[in-house]
């Protein structure tokens, strides 16, 4: 099953696809997580994604559709998975289309899950993030058993530079901008699902796991 998660920053895009993937047994592909990954190695990818992601601007497609594109094709991906993040502008379904099509396969499921912007603001200022496997935590929805201490995999939490409020205002921007017209362009399609973010974790959970089933 290859499932496309669509979102604001803030939406829960992280935390239902790491879920979904535990519950659907497909792995779970965060385009925010890769580069944050070359990041963090010094690749040249991730020096020249820096300074986009920093401002909270989208990284350009060409940079990122290849990135997409070679994780795809690896093995545990052969039996589906859950994209959050990317397709984020028409040109990046288009070029996911292509290169799906190569290989006889289609996207089976979009969900669009929808919060408000007051909602978005408070959660990704209070957001820390695992270092170690990115599982996201809040310092009010989704504590933490020990401070500063992922539950999961005991990787230390931090805060991602692109939470700081000027940056969270340009990403819901540019959200509404560039990424918007993705969701008239799978409902076209006819393989979008709408799913309303605003609940808790995990009835957003269960309401996503019912709109793909
Ligand atoms: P990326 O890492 O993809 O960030 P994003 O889309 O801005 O989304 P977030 O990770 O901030 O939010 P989320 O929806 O995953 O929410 P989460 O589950 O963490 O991208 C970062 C940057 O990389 C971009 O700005 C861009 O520069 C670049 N980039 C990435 N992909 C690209 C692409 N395809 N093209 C070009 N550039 C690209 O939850 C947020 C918080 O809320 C957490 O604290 C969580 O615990 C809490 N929470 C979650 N659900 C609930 C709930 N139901 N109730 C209460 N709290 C909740």
Same mark, same amino acid.
């Given at each position: 099953?290859?499932?496309?998660?669509?979102? @604001?920053?803030?939406?829960?895009?992280?935390? /239902?696809?790491?879920?979904?993937? *535990?519950?659907? +047994?497909?792995?779970?592909?965060?385009?925010?997580?890769?580069?944050?990954?070359?990041?963090?190695?010094?690749?040249?990818?991730?020096? !020249?994604?820096?300074?986009?992601?920093? /401002?909270?601007?989208?990284?350009?497609?060409?940079?990122?559709?290849?990135?997409? *594109? *070679?994780?795809?094709?690896? @093995?545990?991906?052969?039996?589906?998975?859950?994209?959050?993040?990317?397709?984020?502008?028409?040109?990046? =379904?288009?070029?996911?289309?292509?290169?799906?099509?190569?290989?006889?396969?289609?996207?089976?499921?979009?969900?669009?899950?929808?919060?408000?912007?007051?909602?978005?603001?408070?959660?990704?200022?209070?957001?820390?993030?695992?270092?170690?496997?990115?599982?996201?935590?809040?310092?009010?929805?989704?504590?933490?058993?020990?401070?500063?201490?992922?539950?999961?995999? +005991?990787? *230390?939490?931090?805060?991602?530079?692109?939470?700081?409020?000027?940056?969270?205002?340009?990403?819901?921007?540019?959200? =509404?901008?560039?990424?918007?017209?993705?969701?008239?362009?799978? !409902?076209?399609?006819?393989?979008?699902?709408?799913?309303?973010?605003?609940?808790?974790?995990?009835?957003?959970?269960?309401?996503?796991?019912?709109?793909?089933?």
């Amino acid at each position: 099953m290859r499932i496309i998660l669509l979102g @604001p920053p803030g939406a829960g895009k992280g935390t /239902q696809a790491k879920s979904m993937s *535990e519950s659907l +047994g497909i792995v779970h592909i965060s385009s925010g997580d890769l580069l944050r990954d070359h990041q963090a190695r010094g690749t040249e990818l991730g020096n !020249t994604a820096h300074s986009y992601m920093q /401002q909270g601007l989208l990284v350009p497609d060409e940079l990122i559709i290849g990135m997409i *594109e *070679e994780r795809i094709q690896l @093995p545990d991906a052969k039996n589906g998975y859950v994209l959050d993040g990317f397709p984020r502008t028409v040109e990046q =379904a288009k070029a996911l289309e292509e290169a799906l099509e190569k290989q006889g396969e289609t996207i089976d499921r979009v969900a669009n899950i929808s919060v408000s912007e007051e909602e978005l603001i408070l959660r990704l200022g209070g957001r820390w993030i695992c270092r170690q496997c990115q599982k996201p935590y809040h310092e009010v929805n989704s504590v933490p058993r020990k401070h500063g201490v992922c539950d999961d995999c +005991g990787g *230390e939490l931090y805060q991602r530079e692109d939470d700081v409020p000027e940056a969270v205002s340009h990403r819901i921007k540019v959200f =509404a901008e560039q990424t918007t017209p993705l969701i008239r362009y799978y !409902t076209e399609k006819g393989n979008l699902v709408e799913v309303d973010g605003e609940g808790r974790i995990e009835e957003v959970r269960e309401s996503l796991l019912s709109a793909v089933a």
